[in-house]
C-alpha cells in the first residue's frame, strides 16, 4: 500500500476537532479529541503540548479571523472601531470558546503580534503608556460581551403578561431581529468617546 498522502493526525487536524467539541459542547479533552480522531490519547500528546497547549492552538484559529489590518486605519478610532467589529465577528463564530479561553493566559505568538499592533497604534495616537492596555482590555470587554450576547436567544426576555410590562413590551418591539448590533455599536461609540476625552485631557 502506497503512503496516505496527508498524515492520519497532526496539529491542525487536532486543533480543528477540538474547535468542533467546544462548539458543541463547551468544552474538550484531549480523549474526546482522540477517540472522534480515531486514534489512543497518547498519539495526541506527540503533537501538543497538552491541554494548554490545544487552548493556544484554539486561541491561534479564532483568533486568525480577526482582521489585523484594520489597525492600520486612519485616525487611530476609526482602526480601533473596525478592529473591535473583526474581533466580535470572530467571537462571536466560536461562542462557546470565550469562556474556555479567557480562563487562560495568552500565550500565542500569533496572538501576541496582533497585540503588540494594537498597542503600537495606539502609542503613535498619542496615548500615554499607562493608559494603553485599560484601553485595549476595555474593547475587549465589550467585545466578547457582545459576542456572547449575539450567541444568546433572540427573545431574552419571555413577557408571559404584557399588560404588567406594557412599556417594556413596547421597547422590546421596536429592537426586535436587531438588539445585539444596536447595543454593541451604541457601546463601541461610547467606549470611543471616552477614549478620544482620555487622549485629549492633560
Known amino acids: 500500500m502506497g503512503r496516505p498522502h496527508k498524515p492520519l493526525l497532526d496539529r491542525e487536524r487536532i486543533t480543528t476537532t477540538a474547535l468542533e467539541l467546544v462548539d458543541e459542547q463547551g468544552d474538550f479533552s484531549v480523549p474526546r479529541i482522540a477517540a472522534r480522531l480515531g486514534v ?16 493556544e492552538l484554539l486561541r491561534e484559529r479564532v483568533c486568525a479571523a480577526i482582521d489585523g489590518g484594520t489597525l492600520d486605519r486612519d485616525p487611530w478610532d476609526t482602526a480601533m472601531a473596525a478592529w473591535a467589529r473583526s474581533y466580535r465577528a470572530a467571537f462571536a463564530a466560536h461562542p462557546r470558546a ?10 500565542a505568538a500569533k496572538v501576541l503580534v496582533q497585540y503588540e499592533r494594537a498597542v503600537v497604534r495606539l502609542l503613535d495616537a498619542g496615548f500615554p503608556l499607562a493608559d494603553v492596555m485599560p484601553v485595549i482590555i476595555a474593547l475587549e470587554n465589550l467585545v466578547l ?6 450567541a444568546a436567544p433572540e427573545a431574552m426576555w419571555e413577557l408571559t403578561d404584557e399588560t404588567a410590562t406594557p412599556q417594556l413590551a413596547r421597547a422590546l418591539d421596536v429592537v426586535a431581529g ?18 478620544r476625552n482620555l487622549l485629549n485631557t492633560p
Open 178 to 195: 436587531g438588539r445585539t448590533d444596536a447595543a454593541f455599536e451604541l457601546a463601541l461609540a461610547g467606549y470611543l468617546a471616552h477614549c
Open 40 to 55: 489512543q490519547t497518547a498519539s495526541v500528546y506527540h503533537h501538543v503540548d497538552g491541554r494548554d497547549g490545544i487552548v
Open 98 to 107: 470565550i469562556p474556555l479561553l479567557t480562563a487562560s493566559p495568552v500565550r
Open 145 to 150: 460581551g457582545s459576542a456572547l450576547d449575539m
